[in-house]
C-alpha cells in the first residue's frame, strides 16, 4: 500500500527557507502516471495547494507562491522535495504531501485530486 | 482563482440522519472537476468523490456527490459514527482551490 512520510524541522525563523521532504514507499515514485504535490493547512484555514513535481522534475506552482517556492525530486531515494524561501508567519501550517494525476492538453492542464495523502507536518515560524 | 463557499459552517446531526453539504463555485467549474475529502481532527484529507460524482475506491455507497457548473453538493444517507467530521469541496484545473469546510457534528 502506497504511503507518504513528510519529515523536516518543525520550527523555521523568519525570512530564513522552510525544506521539507516526503518518502514514498509501497509504491514507485518513478512513473510518469502521477505527480507529486504539496498542500498546506494554516490553523483554522482551508487547505492550499503549494506545487506539484513530476518524477522528471517537471513542476507547476500556485500563482500564490510562485517565486518562492521550488520543487525537487530524488527518484534514487524516493523522496521529493519543497523549499519555500523568505518564510513569513502566515507561513506557519500542517504541511502535506500528497499523490495524482495530471491531464495535459496543450496549455490546459488539469491537476486531478490527491487520492494518497502523507499524515501532515506542522511548520510553525517563529524567531 | 476560483472561491469556493461551502455551507452551512457546521451541521449538527445524530447518527442514522442524512446530511446534505453544499459548494458554490465564483464561476463554473469546467468539466465538473470538483472533488469532496472527508478530514478528521489530526489525520489528512481522503478523497471522497471526484467528477463530481464518481466515488474514490473504497468510499461506501452512502456517499454521493451530485452538480455542475457552480453548484455541487455531497449527501451522505445515512450518518454513521465514523462520519463526523471535517468536508472540504476542492476543484481541480490547473490551479487548485479548496472549500473553507462543513464540519458534520454529533
Known amino acids: 500500500q502506497l504511503q507518504l512520510q513528510e519529515s523536516g524541522p518543525g520550527l523555521v525563523k523568519p525570512s530564513e527557507t522552510l525544506s521539507l521532504s516526503c518518502t514514498v514507499s509501497?509504491?514507485?515514485?518513478?512513473?510518469?502516471?502521477?505527480?507529486w504535490g504539496w498542500i498546506r493547512q494554516p490553523p483554522g484555514k482551508r487547505l492550499e495547494w503549494i506545487g506539484s513535481?513530476?518524477?522528471?522534475?517537471?513542476?507547476y506552482l500556485s500563482p500564490s507562491v510562485r517565486g518562492r517556492v521550488s520543487t525537487s525530486v530524488d527518484t534514487s531515494k524516493k523522496q521529493f522535495s519543497l523549499k519555500l524561501t523568505s518564510v513569513t508567519a502566515a507561513d506557519t501550517a500542517v504541511y502535506y504531501c500528497?499523490?495524482?494525476?495530471?491531464?495535459?492538453?496543450?496549455?490546459?492542464?488539469?491537476?486531478?485530486?490527491?487520492?494518497?495523502w502523507g499524515q501532515g507536518t506542522l511548520v510553525i515560524v517563529s524567531s | 482563482e476560483i472561491v469556493l463557499t461551502q455551507s452551512p459552517a457546521t451541521l449538527s446531526l445524530s447518527p442514522g440522519e442524512g446530511a446534505t453539504l453544499s459548494c458554490g463555485a465564483s464561476?463554473?467549474?469546467?468539466?465538473?472537476?470538483l472533488a469532496w475529502y472527508q478530514q478528521k481532527p489530526g489525520l489528512a484529507p481522503r478523497l471522497l468523490i471526484y467528477?463530481?460524482?464518481t466515488r474514490a475506491t473504497g468510499i461506501p455507497d452512502r456517499f454521493s456527490g451530485r452538480g455542475s457548473g457552480a453548484e455541487f453538493t455531497l449527501t451522505i444517507s445515512r450518518l454513521e459514527p465514523e462520519d463526523f467530521a471535517v468536508y472540504y469541496c476542492?476543484?481541480?484545473?490547473?490551479?487548485?482551490?479548496f472549500g473553507g469546510g462543513t464540519k458534520v457534528e454529533i
Open positions: 500528497a499523490r495524482h494525476r495530471i491531464t495535459i492538453f496543450g496549455v490546459v492542464i488539469i491537476i486531478h485530486p490527491f487520492d494518497h
Open positions: 464561476q463554473g467549474v469546467a468539466s465538473n472537476n
Open positions: 476542492q476543484q481541480y484545473g490547473a490551479s487548485p482551490t
Open positions: 513535481v513530476s518524477e522528471s522534475g517537471k513542476n
Open positions: 509501497g509504491g514507485s515514485i518513478n512513473t510518469s502516471d502521477y505527480y
Open positions: 467528477d463530481a460524482s
